[in-house]
């Protein structure tokens, strides 16, 4: 099988600029679907449409990706990797250690559009305005589906973890965050429990009892200083119903902050916030239209 890299003659330097499938698969690799117009948007704004979707056809001739067609949508195609297309993308630097979940038919697909295709889709309003901005933040700088560990074993899945880099002027703040959307498919009092899921990551400090001798002991304090230099924020993106039962839904997550004695602990040491999808879109995520679910007036995401 031929894969669809560009090769590079002999005596020529390789460009530090990946190619385009490169990016594509890659892409498809870290977010595990998207569509055409949110890969055009990621990796080439500027560029005509065929830009793209030429190499995606190409790499479907390849075996490494294919697509499913989203319904009532003009025939909109959403992408993923094929099981070649996973196994080839294992070992690209950006990938490593990321697990691969390759998706073996239109079918199951279609299972999995409706959420990933919406945290995509949040994805995109930071990176339209840290272009806008001037900021660094990347189609690789936002990672969904990842895992933390709580006590008793357990873990919570986040949907997207986010690295974004605030310039302004000579200073670069380095920001970190927990994404979690919502799309109004659960209960609002599930959706707020989530606080108190994020508020065990917080405190959660693995025990050494039992530890072989001959094992470096652990490093104390939180687990997650092994991932983080310091606790990320926890951002709540919500669409899917009316805009009276967001923000009640809001008023929820706002309701757990000031009642729960333990996540009200947290929300004094980490940024907590929530937003409405369109509102991201239509304003941009550094507009006011972030909530502080401890208490205050709308404000960026970078100001919570």
């Known amino acids: 099988m031929t894969t669809a890299f560009e090769a590079i003659p002999s005596g020529r330097t390789p460009s530090p600029v990946e190619p385009l499938p490169h990016q594509l698969l890659a892409v498809l690799g870290q977010h595990r679907m998207a569509t055409t117009n949110q890969l055009h948007n990621l990796l ?3 560029a005509a449409r ?32 094929t099981s070649e297309g996973a196994r080839l993308t294992k070992d690209f630097p950006a990938l490593r250690g990321r697990p691969a979940y390759p998706i073996n038919s239109a079918t199951a697909a279609s299972l999995k559009t409706p959420h990933t295709l919406t945290v995509v889709r949040t994805h995109l309003a930071f990176v339209t305005d840290a272009r806008r901005r001037g900021d660094e933040h990347g189609h690789l700088d936002w990672t969904p589906e990842v895992s933390h560990p709580l006590s008793d074993g357990e873990r919570i899945i986040t949907d997207a973890v986010m690295h974004y880099t605030l310039i302004e002027g000579d200073e670069r703040t380095k920001l970190r965050a927990f994404v979690e959307v919502d799309r109004a498919t659960m209960g609002s009092e599930r959706l707020a429990s989530k606080l108190i899921e994020y508020t065990r990551v917080w405190s959660y400090e693995p025990q050494t009892v039992g530890r072989p001798r001959s094992r470096q002991p652990a490093a104390p304090g939180p687990a997650w200083l092994r991932w983080y230099p310091v606790f990320p924020r926890v951002l709540f993106v919500l669409t899917g119903a009316s805009r009276y039962t967001l923000d ?40 006011d239209v972030w909530v502080p679910l401890a208490g205050g007036s709308s404000r960026p995401w970078t100001e919570l």
């Open 44 to 46: 080439r704004p500027g």
């Open 50 to 81: 065929q830009t793209v979707s030429a190499p995606l056809n190409k790499l479907r001739r390849d075996g490494l990706v294919d697509y499913t067609v989203l319904p009532a949508s003009n025939r909109s195609r959403a992408w993923y990797l």
């Open 248 to 287: 009640n839904r809001i008023s929820d997550l706002q309701a757990m902050v000031a009642e729960h004695p333990l996540v009200g602990t947290l929300a004094r040491q980490v940024p907590l916030g929530a937003a409405i999808l369109e509102d991201l879109e239509d304003q941009a995520p550094t507009g």
